[in-house]
């Protein structure tokens, strides 16, 4: 069984997709089996892998493995169909696969109240995701259904934060939802925060004082290094360029902190 990692943060635009399909470049590169399920109806970290849907391609999204399993006794494993090459051409790329998707993912919100809903993407993924090493699950922004289904499925919790008052008071209620509630509600006792990952970061008087109140809040489990605000990560980010193909501005730099991070993942969330 794959080691399952929710990506979280209740507050949106701190780069929870960016960060997500980052690692799991960094993870493929290390030379892991990854596997990014998009758990977000915006589809940002599938279209930040160079996924893209064609209708006329048969190109299954997790909300129809989710929607599958609407009776979770029913359809375990129903996730596989969904996995699918992503569109860099870089070296490790056949190593990462995209359980990507759209916007009707928003309709399986409205089957939150069905019995055993909130298990249906643990079902869904039960045998599938057995071919990874690790399945990183990106979460919206938010703190419902969807967010619930990640962290009822997850074994570890990264929450994702920038150097913002608001930013980390998302962190916060993403902490609280996991450390109060995802034993007895979501049914995952053994769920821990494994990681506080500080993207965007400037070096400003006022974002200091954000990372020191990171710092006290969450202690050690902030992780090194932080990842600096730059402009052109965003260029390769959104324009879904792999760091092998990316020749933009402070490329090398910004190559050096994902292998870090990769590398504190890595002692953090070691495989068995
Ligand atoms: N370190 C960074 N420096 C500069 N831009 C960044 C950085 N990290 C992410 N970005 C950019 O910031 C924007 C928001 O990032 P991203 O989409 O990853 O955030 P998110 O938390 O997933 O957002 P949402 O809550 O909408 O899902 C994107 O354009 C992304 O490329
Ligand atoms: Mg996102």
Known sequence: MARRVAMLNNKGG?????????????LAKAGKRVAVVDMDPQGNSSGMLGWRYNPKLPQ????????ANTDPNEA?????????????????????????SRLPLENRMSEAGIGGAW????????????GFDYVLIDCPPSLLHLTQLALAAAHDAVIVTDADVYAIEGAMRA???IEKKAAKNLGNPNLRICGVILNKYKDTVRQREQRDSIHSIFGPAVW????????????????????????????SEIRATYELLTQTFLKEIPLP
Do not use: H, M
């Open 14 to 26: 701190v780069g929870k997709s960016g960060t997500t399909i980052r690692l799991a470049e960094g």
């Open 60 to 67: 299954p999204t997790i909300s129809q493995a989710i929607k």
């Open 76 to 100: 375990p494993g129903c996730a596989r169909e969904v996995f699918q090459p992503i569109g860099w051409e870089c070296s490790y790329a056949e190593r990462i696969q995209v359980a990507p």
């Open 119 to 130: 298990r249906r993407l643990d079902q869904a993924l039960e045998g599938a995701d057995d």
């Open 175 to 177: 902490r609280d939802l």
């Open 224 to 251: 090194d290094p932080t990842v600096k605000f730059i402009e052109s990560l965003a260029t390769a980010n959104n324009n879904a360029v792999s760091l092998e193909e990316f020749k933009g501005d402070r490329a």
